[in-house]
């Protein structure tokens, strides 16, 4: 929430009142919150991970009912981003271990990385090795040539001493620790829906990949969803030519909605 205040801030200061935003993983949340918090502002949220409460009745309902009558919930081509449910789940537990560190201990870990390049690599550098591509998860992990499929050596080096030189691992891992910890945070996303006009890229392998009819609960105004040829966590990294044209296509759709609303008036 506070992030997302402080981009709006931002695009204020540099002279913008309305306009598109994009985001994935930490993006996503805050682009999301900006069009939840200030949808006057927000033309439309683009969006390459799209997670839901999965917590919530909403979603476990859908899910328990969709495992005995899957038609009666997904449409057929959706069914894989849910199913097998209890793969799916365990994917989240294998994958999700380093989010626990960085919400729950931030800073004791922040010392080690922060005085040890070997080791701030091996942090990083892991989840390009294995978050793009789920599908071989067992192949891709500690294998050079997984790591080196969709990036350069020096393009992944970049990233990594972006968080050296400025010595940022720490508040970047305490990001996690201060979101789950605001409860206003939570009432954000448990609470309030996105009004504005939404659009979904579904790379399919992102490490969860959000149905239709599950996204439309939250995002009440979905006018886009795109089910991706290939692609996963990273996909502005890893696939620029289909993202960008996915951005572009979202946001001629929402011009040509606005355009029509425009000519009824």
């Not at 040890?116 to 990083?124: F, M, S």
Request: charged share 20%.
């Amino acid at each position: 929430m506070y992030a997302a205040q402080m981009f709006t801030k931002l695009m204020t200061r540099l002279g913008h009142e309305t306009y598109y935003v994009q985001g994935g993983d930490w993006g996503a949340i805050i682009a999301s919150d900006m069009a939840t918090l200030f949808p006057q502002r927000i033309l439309g949220v683009h969006l390459n991970m799209l997670g839901v409460p999965t917590a919530s009745f909403y979603y476990l309902s859908r899910v328990a009912v969709g495992y005995v009558f899957p038609s009666l919930i997904f449409d057929s081509s959706d069914l894989w981003k849910v199913y097998p449910v209890f793969d799916r789940l365990a994917l989240l537990w294998e994958e999700m271990g380093y989010a626990h560190l960085h919400s729950t201990k931030p800073d004791t870990l922040g010392v080690g990385l922060t005085n040890d390049p070997a080791g701030l690599a091996a942090w990083i550098l892991e989840k390009f090795s294995t978050w793009t591509s789920f599908s071989k998860l067992d192949e891709q992990k500690g294998n050079m040539q997984a790591l080196t499929a969709k990036f350069t050596l020096d393009e992944l080096l970049t990233n990594v001493m972006i968080y050296w030189v400025t010595e940022t691992i720490t508040p970047s891992m305490r990001f996690y620790k201060e979101y789950w910890r605001s409860q206003a945070e939570q009432d954000i996303v448990r609470y309030y829906g996105v009004v504005v006009p939404s659009g979904y890229a579904a790379f399919p392998e992102e490490l969860m990949v959000c149905p239709r009819n599950l996204a439309r609960q939250r995002y009440t105004n979905l006018v886009h969803y795109t089910d991706m040829p290939r692609g996963g966590h990273f996909a502005a990294f890893e696939e620029p030519q289909l993202f960008a044209e996915d951005v572009i296509k979202f946001v001629k759709a929402v011009e040509s909605l606005s355009a029509s609303t425009r000519e009824e008036l």
